[in-house]
Nanobody
Framework: VQLQACGGGSVQVGGSLRLSCAAS????????LGWFRQAPGKEREFVAA????????YYADSVKGRFTISRDNVKNTVTLQMNSLNAEETAVYYC?????????????????WGQGTQVTVSS
């Protein structure tokens, strides 16, 4: 399975961005999908996850109410809508897939990772 993330860029504090991740290979609907981020000098951290058919979602406390994860099992894509961004959310954002469809896998349990897309939030 290959994951390709896109949609990153630069935005001002309070702005919005929409990240997308397209998958190729494998059976997309089998996977739990997640978004993670890694800021310079910091460890990679969980942002959001979505279950196999989109019926359940899970968010880090820091993004609840501002970020929305969704998926399209026909187009094999997962999307992260990010609103009210703050400067501390500047990071490289990664999409990931857990081939066992767990609810909810830990970071190290994700099997496939995209290459990351840079999000820069400036004041």
């Amino acid at each position: 399975v290959q994951l390709q993330a896109c949609g990153g860029g630069s935005v001002q504090v309070g702005g919005s961005l929409r990240l997308s991740c397209a998958a190729s290979g494998g059976t997309f609907s089998r996977y739990t999908l997640g978004w993670f981020r890694q800021a310079p000098g910091k460890e990679r951290e969980f942002v959001a996850a979505i279950s196999r058919f989109g019926g359940s979602t899970y968010y880090a406390d820091s993004v609840k109410g501002r970020f929305t994860i969704s998926r399209d099992n026909v187009k094999n894509t997962v999307t992260l809508q990010m609103n009210s961004l703050n400067a501390e959310e500047t990071a490289v954002y990664y999409c990931a897939a857990d081939r066992y469809g767990r609810v909810w896998p830990r970071l190290y349990e994700y099997d496939y990772w995209g290459q990351g897309t840079q999000v820069t939030v400036s004041s």
